[in-house]
């Protein structure tokens, strides 16, 4: 099951980068200037959303051949969410005095 969790969250990642990468000039515009914090455009900005693209796509194939025989495509959402949400929750220790649990978070 970690496994799948891992492969679902990068395929999560890789959308969110995707959507980063194409919105990124709209978000960070400065107001009253065509300045913005995109540094990728053109050719170089397709190209790594392409690399997002080919990661989620890629992730979300192992992920899929990864669930167990007979699996319905109706429950699809549902672990889905279920999931990208153990994902996200994981990422922060379950208790900050254990040592353990702090090592192997992501956030501290």
């Known amino acids: ?3 799948r969790r891992q492969n679902l969250g990068l395929v999560g990642v890789g959308l969110a980068g995707v ?3 194409r919105f990124c000039a709209t978000i960070t515009k400065l107001p009253g200037t065509a300045l913005s914090h995109a540094s990728y ?3 170089m900005g397709l190209a790594l959303m392409a ?9 979300g194939a ?11 495509i109706l429950s699809l959402p549902t672990r889905i969410t279920d999931g990208l ?4 929750c994981n990422l922060l220790p379950a208790d900050r005095n254990n040592p353990v649990n702090v090592k192997y978070s992501v956030l501290t």
């Open 1 to 3: 099951p970690s496994c």
């Open 19 to 21: 959507l980063w990468v």
């Open 41 to 43: 455009t053109g050719n």
């Open 51 to 59: 690399a997002y693209a080919s990661t989620a796509a890629l992730s």
């Open 62 to 72: 192992v992920w899929i051949k990864s669930l167990p025989t007979g699996t319905s």
């Open 85 to 88: 949400s153990a994902y996200v």
